[in-house]
């Protein structure tokens, strides 16, 4: 709990399910030191305004609510092998915990199924209740194990924000790259909401249930999708037999 005391906060009012904050918590000027607060109940920054010492790592945090599939959000944290950290008890008798991962990893929030239902994950330019902290109505936040913030290998941290680096796509000699057209018509085919990017087409992946338009069908007749990590070359340039 120590190391918490020098990151920066905002103050809580009212009660847990009706709570407010008279300053904007997105301006770090109306943020302060957790121990300079004098509210009863506070939020934490998560991250890239919320750095170590070192300013090297950022502070992530994951909340689990403990509703109807309570078993699912337990197996499915608990398969994500993290080490033990400071973990704070809800009031709904879920769990906070909180992570320290190099900056640079992208931590997108998660409140949908990309875990699971009931899986969130406070990341880049967010806040979590802070521990200790009580609400108006007696809605408590309690310590029930005080460890160092665990610091998080590459790839736990990327396990657990759902982030892919995108591979490089193999090299296609211009006399293979298919025909604009051929590989505009695979997009339509396979998404007919499919829609242009930089790189090619964005589509859903046709390798799993996407909602997301996660794939990418480049210009040179590669896919690749994000959300499976699904790679193949569907596009190949005709070549004459002439």
Not at 38 to 61: C, E, V, Y
Not at 227 to 239: A, D, F, N, P, S
């Amino acid at each position: 709990m120590d190391e918490l005391q020098d990151l920066l906060s905002f103050d809580w009012a009212g009660t847990k399910k009706d709570r407010y904050t008279r300053d904007k918590w997105g301006d770090n000027k109306n943020c302060r030191k957790l121990k300079n607060s004098k509210a009863t109940a506070q939020a934490l920054l998560t991250g890239p305004r919320q750095l170590d010492r070192s300013k090297r790592f950022k502070l992530i945090a994951v909340d689990l609510d403990n509703r109807d599939n309570w078993d699912e959000v337990v197996e499915t944290y608990k398969a994500l092998d993290l080490p033990q950290t400071l973990t704070v008890l809800t009031p709904n008798n879920g769990y906070h915990m909180f992570f320290w991962i190099i900056k640079s990893i992208p931590a997108q929030n998660i409140s949908d199924e990309r875990h699971c239902k009931h899986f969130e994950l406070k990341g880049d330019n967010n806040n979590i209740t802070a521990p200790n902290s009580i609400f108006d109505c007696g809605a408590a936040y309690r310590v029930v194990r005080d460890y160092p913030i665990a610091l998080l290998l590459p790839l736990q941290a990327q396990r657990l924000c759902k982030y892919r680096q995108e591979p490089r796509m193999p090299h296609v000699a211009s006399d293979f790259v298919p025909d604009r057209s051929a590989v505009e018509n695979e997009a339509y085919r396979l998404d007919e909401r499919a829609r242009k990017n930089p790189r090619g087409w964005q589509i859903r992946c046709p390798e799993h249930e996407d909602r997301r338009s996660s794939a990418v069908l480049f210009s040179s007749g590669w896919l690749w999708c994000s959300g499976c990590g699904h790679k193949e070359q569907l596009v190949k340039k005709e070549i004459s037999n002439e």
